[in-house]
């Protein structure tokens, strides 16, 4: 079993930084996926940044140049680097871990319904 709670979430204002912490717990080591999804109210999860089993980081399109996502520890830890916030940026977040993989999940790295273990989420709210 895999534990995964996230921490720094927070508000702040348009053009603001946040840094998201997610501590795996549990058996959890290198071979796993791990993601950063978000929901906002009356909107479907959505994948923001991944990084794969291989160390291949994906993002989505709205967040490239701005998001970093990264990883010490042998994934035990994972951060997702906001920049530059907007309130589109406005939704729970929620760290995702999947494995242990033989292969990365590729494409489908963003892709939710590939992850088994889900965290409880941290807030962020961007104002304008």
């Known amino acids: 079993q895999v534990q995964l709670v996230e921490s720094g979430g927070g508000s702040v204002q348009t053009g603001g930084s946040l840094r998201l912490f997610c501590a795996a717990s549990?058996?959890?080591?290198?071979?796993?996926?791990m993601g950063w999804f978000r929901q906002a109210p009356g909107k479907e999860r959505e994948g923001v940044a991944a990084?794969?089993?291989?160390?291949?980081?994906s993002y989505t399109d709205s967040v490239k140049g701005r998001f970093t996502i990264s990883q010490e520890n042998a994934k035990k830890t994972l951060y997702l680097q906001m920049n530059s916030l907007k309130p589109e940026d406005t939704a729970m977040y929620y760290c995702?871990?999947?494995?242990?993989?033989?292969?990365?999940?590729?494409?489908?790295?963003?892709?939710?319904?590939?992850?088994?273990?889900w965290g409880q989420g941290t807030q962020v709210t961007v104002s304008s």
């Open positions: 549990g058996y959890i080591d290198s071979r796993y996926s």
């Open positions: 995702a871990a999947e494995g242990p993989r033989r292969y990365g999940l590729g494409v489908s790295a963003l892709a939710s319904r590939w992850y088994s273990y």
């Open positions: 990084i794969d089993s291989d160390g291949t980081t």
